[in-house]
């Protein structure tokens, strides 16, 4: 039976990054036997635009009929003077809510070609290969109450940092299956020494690990966390925090590999069924230019195809055909050095499918 596959190419470079996974997957249905079917549908600004929901309710039926969701990007200055509750980034937050995808794996690789672009010296982040796991439909972004009320004559601006046991239990359970199938570290990142529900987190973690013998389990408060991350990243294998300290610190891991425009993402549920984006934004000054990085969005389908269709064998050759063509000295210009020659988008899209035709 085919697997269905909805992609929300969104907005700025979206549908440009989105065209390129496209391709891959026409070679692998085409040359290796995948039977994939794809479906587009509008998401964020552009879906604003055409009917005044950043999610519209077709486009969050196709993502429930789906079996994985590949998303480009959302978002733009065009939106910014939107109302919250109608943002672009809006449709980002429903999605993950609505599909239940609490378990957001982001991995930050170094590529050694590309060793140089990062804002680290050589020896600090040769090798780095770090995963930071973060649980995204809790904690402070989805806590109640929050809003802006009047108390006492002024404003007054209030979210909710809250965190159940089975929240913490579940995302618990994925990181320390994750360190399991890597270098057996996990560090839990929590503010446990002011934040009572991160003591709570602190705890249940403690309680989880007898269950994990072969994982050593630290934790570390996420001030000195970050501070860590750009002084000496390859202490870490695998991170896991909450929702809004993840949010920081994958932006802050993502920038020691050099650009965020090769950086996939995988949120997934408790089925392993999930939504696919690069962690780079929509990057709307560079949108419609044939210059945007399309390595982030071609790697999220390797993830895609790795956790949620069971295709390890094509993932490995999606990321080998990669490395295969950066160490061809293929570049776009977020990653190019001043004196590398660059190439658009289309071009490096075509590298990758004629590398993955010659296997
Ligand atoms: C991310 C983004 C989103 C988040 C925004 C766009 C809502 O920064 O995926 O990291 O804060 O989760
Ligand atoms: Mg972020």
């Not at 200055?77 to 993950?96: C, F, M, N, S, Y």
């Not at 990181?175 to 503010?191: E, H, N, P, T, Y």
């Not at 050593?216 to 860590?228: F, G, I, K, P, S």
Request: some cysteine; charged content about 20%; overall charge negative.
């Amino acid at each position: 039976m085919s697997k269905k596959i909805l992609i929300l190419p969104g907005d700025g470079i979206g549908p440009e990054i989105t065209q390129a996974a496209v391709d891959v997957l026409q070679v692998l249905n085409n040359k290796f036997g995948l039977k994939v079917e794809t479906e587009t549908a509008l998401v964020g600004g552009s879906a604003y635009d055409d009917c005044g929901q950043p999610l519209p309710e077709t486009t969050l039926n196709l993502a429930k009929e789906a079996d994985a969701v590949l998303l480009g990007a959302v978002g733009g200055p065009k939106w910014e003077p939107l109302d919250i509750a109608v943002r672009p980034e809006k449709a980002l937050l429903g999605l993950r809510e609505e599909l239940s995808l609490f378990a957001n794996l982001r991995p930050a690789i170094l590529y050694n070609y590309l060793a140089n672009a990062s804002s680290l010296k050589y020896d600090r982040i040769s090798g780095l290969d770090l995963l930071i796991i973060r649980e995204l439909t809790g904690g402070i972004y989805f806590g109640k109450p929050r809003g802006v009320e009047m108390r006492n004559n002024e404003r007054v601006g209030f979210n909710t940092y809250i965190y159940a046991e089975s929240e913490i239990k579940r995302i618990a359970h994925v990181a320390f299956q994750s360190a399991q199938k890597r270098q057996k570290r996990l560090c839990s990142v929590d503010k446990a020494n002011v934040l009572e529900v991160t003591e709570l987190w602190r705890n249940i973690f403690n309680e989880i690990s007898s269950q994990y013998p072969d994982v050593e389990l630290t934790h570390m408060y996420v001030d000195n966390a970050a501070m860590q991350l750009v002084r000496a990243p390859k202490q870490f294998d695998v991170m896991v925090t909450g929702n809004m300290f993840g949010d920081i610190l994958s932006d802050c891991a993502a920038m020691l590999t050099g650009s965020i425009g090769m950086l996939p993402s995988a949120s997934l549920d408790a089925n392993n069924k999930g939504m696919f984006e690069p962690i780079h934004g929509s990057a709307p000054d560079i949108a419609g230019n044939n210059q945007a990085n399309p390595i982030a969005t071609v790697l999220s389908l390797a993830m895609l195809l790795r956790y949620s269709l069971g295709e390890e064998t094509l993932a490995v050759k999606i990321e080998e055909a990669i490395d295969a063509v950066l160490a061809n000295g293929y570049r776009t210009a977020d990653i190019a050095l001043a004196d590398e020659k660059s190439v658009g988008t289309t071009e490096m899209s075509q590298a990758i499918v004629s590398e993955l035709l010659k296997v």
